[in-house]
């Protein structure tokens, strides 16, 4: 079963809109990391967030937003006042610790987001 | 530039060639990955060094072959590769225990590997 799922394959929206990607995640252990990463067309998945599972409070940086609810395994990732610099591949990741397995990290499929001008 | 550099960017490659990726990190990180991109894949782990050690193969053929001769360098030696091993191959280091679930990656910015 995918451990990660993000079921937006690709959006677009208009400069200065709202856009919100979604990310749904499924895990047993009680103990993990969810993560937010940025692909611009060059490459590299460039880091945007982390979060732990004890701490569900929202997070807010510049016009990035982010809402991480248990009880919908959800962690939601908002662009406000979208810009044409925001357009690229975004994925969403889980990462668990069990013990002595080593750390295992699940990444979604990505969602693309392009922003018209 | 990102502390995670790749070489090459692009490689075209025969199914009988010899060929090797190369990942360098400047961040002091002591753990490395390689990751494959896949169109409309999630990202699949393919290898983890941590200390230089490897501590994870995901059942990835033998045609694949890594190499992490320090805590700064790993290589991807390919060998007799598919059309279907055709993807973007993304290096990525860690500071800290690979098996601590609170590690940020840090990618490269890639190798697109053709295999004609």
């Known amino acids: 079963a995918q451990k990660v799922t993000q079921a937006q394959t690709e959006i677009s929206v208009v400069e200065k809109e709202d856009v919100t990607l979604d990310c749904v995640y499924e895990t047993r252990d009680t103990t993990y990391y969810l993560f937010w990463y940025k692909q611009p067309p060059s490459g590299e998945l460039v880091f945007l967030i982390r979060?732990?599972?004890?701490?569900?409070q929202n997070e807010i940086s510049g016009r990035y937003s982010w809402n991480f609810q248990k009880s919908t395994s959800s962690f939601n990732f908002t662009i406000t006042a979208s810009q044409v610099v925001d357009s690229a591949v975004y994925f969403c990741?889980?990462?668990?610790?069990?013990?002595?397995?080593?750390?295992?990290?699940?990444f979604g499929t990505g969602t693309s987001l392009t922003v018209i001008p | 530039e990102t502390g995670v550099t790749q070489t090459p960017r692009h490689l075209v490659m025969g199914m009988t060639n010899k060929k090797s990726l190369k990942c360098e990190q400047h961040l002091g990180h002591n753990a490395m990955y390689w990751y494959k991109q896949s169109a409309k894949k999630p990202l699949e782990l393919m290898f983890v060094y941590s200390l230089e050690e490897r501590v994870e193969n995901n059942s990835v053929p033998s045609r694949f072959s890594p190499e992490c001769p320090n805590s700064s360098h790993l290589f991807l030696h390919l060998h007799t590769l598919q059309p279907e091993d055709s993807a973007l191959y993304l290096c990525?280091?860690?500071?800290?225990?690979?098996?601590?679930?609170?590690?940020?990656?840090?990618f490269g910015a890639g190798s697109r590997l053709t295999v004609l």
């Open positions: 990741a889980l990462s668990e610790a069990p013990p002595n397995t080593g750390n295992q990290f699940y």
């Open positions: 990525a280091s860690s500071q800290g225990a690979s098996n601590s679930g609170a590690n940020v990656l840090t």
């Open positions: 979060r732990n599972s004890f701490d569900e």
